[in-house]
């Protein structure tokens, strides 16, 4: 019984040195749980005695575990630049600071200023988009799987949605396009076959309780070989003829030409609209390298109807989206296309990360390193199958020990051909002084 007494108060325990500058309540906590437990152990008699030091030394390492940060930075070393798992598209600390204005302070995000009275959230973005796209309206929601659920749900509730067998696609974290149809009320009605689907088969399924034709970008795949799909101006026209509506969930929007060919058989949001569609959705963070956000665009009548629907409450975005999305959109406006990482990292010419990778070989020492020109793709459910160049660092070693190493050092790279690759295509160069430091200790 001596040794319960020995059990320190936590009051005491709060105050000691070891704790200055710490929260009392989150330490008190731990104390607490702690020796509870520990006076559990002493009258069940599992333990004999304990050393009050230790007993410190855990409850100070129980909370700075408290506060080690569960989100943390990571080196996207895998040249995948939009690379779902580690945070698709990034935001420039110059988008960032300018949308912190609206962040931290308050702002006329629902406030009409000139009239003094309730304004409009999605005004702001669609303003800009409008101008960016030449479109009649814009809508932004959550993301565009919301977009797609909300589209489908408004116009196509009880009622038939004509769909290509060759697009009903699985993006990934299980997103389906028939199972997000069927959640939407909307009722699959699919046509052609999985590598062919014509006019005609979109024609002859258009029935009385049909709403709409679908168009859904195959994302993740590609078919090859024998396979056809059918144009959207012939969709349009069908829809038109039929008053149906007309949708082409897009999943990533990109503007500017895109190099290495990766445009091919990837129509730019510009050739898109040209087929004057009458709504268009894509992805925020994906190509368009923004925010997290579905980006719904085209006629006014439609959208108007969007926006009443209950849904759009459930789906709405907040400031911290908006004031990101606004920005990017400035700076496609401006063709400040620096300030788009995804952009940037996608436009470097293998001449300049080849000039970028030597400097770093020469700087951590030629016998542990080379230089590989390699191959890499898009990745973000963009671009199936499009590979296009890249150069990376070869760190000389066993491949797999090396991978977990800098894995470790919040490096994450790849393997290939029994090689580790640190793949500077998705690397920032202001991240170069880093990596460098990181090869240097563990070569070391
Ligand atoms: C990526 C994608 C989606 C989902 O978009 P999120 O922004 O990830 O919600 C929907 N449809 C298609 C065709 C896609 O490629």
Not at 18 to 38: C, M, T, V, Y
Not at 266 to 293: M, Y
Request: proline residues 3%.
């Amino acid at each position: 019984m001596n040794l319960l007494r020995k059990l320190p108060k936590i009051d005491k325990i709060v105050i000691n040195p070891l704790f200055k500058g710490l929260n009392p309540s989150r330490l008190a906590q731990i104390a607490r749980e702690k020796i509870d437990k520990l006076r559990a152990n002493i009258l069940a008699k599992n333990i004999e005695n304990f050393d009050n030091e230790d007993l410190l030394k855990d409850i100070k390492y129980s909370y700075d575990k408290l506060f080690e940060p569960s989100l943390k930075p990571l080196i996207n070393a895998t040249g995948v630049i939009l690379h779902t798992n580690m945070g698709r598209s990034l935001i420039s600390e110059h988008i960032l600071g300018e949308s912190s204005k609206i962040i931290t302070n308050y702002s006329n995000l629902e406030y009409n200023q000139e009239k003094g009275c309730r304004g409009e959230r999605y005004e702001h973005v669609s303003k800009h988009l409008k101008n960016l796209l030449h479109v009649e309206d814009v809508l932004v929601v959550n993301n565009n799987a919301s977009a797609v659920f909300l589209i489908l749900n408004t116009f196509a509730k009880n009622k038939e949605v004509i769909v290509s067998r060759g697009e009903l696609v699985e993006i990934g974290g299980s997103f389906r396009i028939p199972e997000v149809m069927s959640q939407s009320g909307a009722l699959l009605h699919e046509v052609g076959a999985t590598n062919k689907t014509n006019k005609n088969d979109y024609k002859n399924a258009i029935n009385e309780n049909s709403a709409m034709l679908m168009k859904v970008h195959q994302s993740n795949f590609s078919i090859e070989g024998f396979s056809d799909d059918t144009n959207y101006a012939d969709i349009k026209t069908l829809c038109v003829d039929n008053n149906l509506i007309d949708y082409y969930d897009l999943g990533s929007g990109y503007i500017p030409e895109l190099p290495y060919n990766l445009g091919k058989n990837e129509p730019s949001l510009q050739t898109i609209l040209k087929d004057d569609p009458s709504l268009i959705s894509f992805s925020g963070d994906k190509l368009f390298g923004s925010v997290q956000a579905g980006i719904i665009a085209g006629k006014k009548e439609l959208i108007d109807k969007l926006k009443k629907n209950q849904l759009l409450r459930m789906l709405r975005v907040d400031k911290i989206t908006l004031s990101i999305l606004e920005e990017t959109i400035k700076a496609y406006l401006k063709e400040d296309y620096k300030s788009i990482p995804t952009l940037w990292m996608l436009f470097q010419s293998e001449e300049s990360l080849h000039i970028r990778v030597s400097n770093i070989q020469k700087e951590v020492g030629e016998s542990t390193c080379n230089v590989i020109k390699s191959k890499t793709v898009m990745g973000g459910g963009t671009l199936p199958n499009r590979e296009f160049p890249t150069v990376a660092l070869h760190v000389k070693g066993k491949a797999t020990t090396l991978e977990r190493s800098f894995r470790k050092n919040n490096i994450i790279g790849r393997i290939e051909n029994d090689m580790f690759l640190i793949d500077f295509r998705s690397i920032l160069p202001e991240f170069e002084k880093q990596i460098i430091n990181t090869i240097k200790e563990i070569i070391k």
